[in-house]
């Protein structure tokens, strides 16, 4: 019986994404090399752009093509049980995400250069929970017992104390790298 256990949960482990999630290739925490897009080549690269953010499943919060930036809404990291979100990169990303929220925000810049080209440059905003206290609501509390009438009172489940916070933890050098190789990737199509 333990024996089937063990396989189950090895099977499972398996599928979830563990084994399944690409390795990130060890990078420096340095920011990736902004790209050249030469004058003649800057038709149709910022629509290039905002379909790479689109495979990563980053929603787009603001597109400012004067400023030359792009902004996405924050997204919450893919745990080990999500392989299909790329925004995780690597296994010690997928399990920090698993084990404690994480969200990120995509920033693409393009920064006119003299010759009438761009450089486009990809930051990464990485961002931890910090919930201020436990949630004082309880399945107990808030479940129905057959024994007592019906309460329609439905303060009983609070939730959080109050609102949780957000501590910047930097950049993602990993997914900086990687979403810049698919614009690179992008553009040479």
């Known amino acids: 019986m333990k024996h089937s256990f063990v396989h189950v949960l090895g099977l499972v482990l398996l599928l979830s994404g563990c084994s399944t999630t690409p390795v990130a290739p060890l990078q420096s925490a340095q920011p990736p090399t902004p790209i050249y897009v030469p004058a003649g080549a800057n038709n149709g690269v910022w629509e290039r752009v905002v379909d790479v953010l689109h495979e990563y499943h980053f929603t787009i919060a603001r ?10 809404d ?15 990169v690597g296994a010690a990303q997928r399990w ?7 969200r990120r925000r ?16 990809v930051r990464v ?3 931890i929970e ?18 007592q009438p019906l309460d329609r009172d439905i303060d009983r489940i609070v939730g959080q104390t109050q609102p949780s916070t957000w501590l910047p933890r930097g950049t ?9 190789a698919r614009i690179r990737t992008a553009l040479k199509q």
């Open 106 to 121: 995509v920033v693409i810049t393009f920064a006119p250069v003299s010759d009438g080209g761009n450089f486009v440059n």
């Open 74 to 88: 924050y997204k919450p990291g893919a745990s080990v049980l999500e392989p299909w979100h790329q925004d995780s």
């Open 63 to 72: 597109e400012d093509r004067r400023e030359g930036v792009i902004e996405t």
């Open 130 to 147: 910090d919930l201020q206290g436990p949630a004082t609501s309880s399945t107990g509390a808030a479940t129905l017992r057959e024994n």
């Open 96 to 102: 920090e995400s698993t084990l404690q929220s994480i």
């Open 125 to 127: 905003d990485k961002q």
């Open 172 to 180: 993602d050098p990993s997914l900086e790298h990687t979403i810049m």
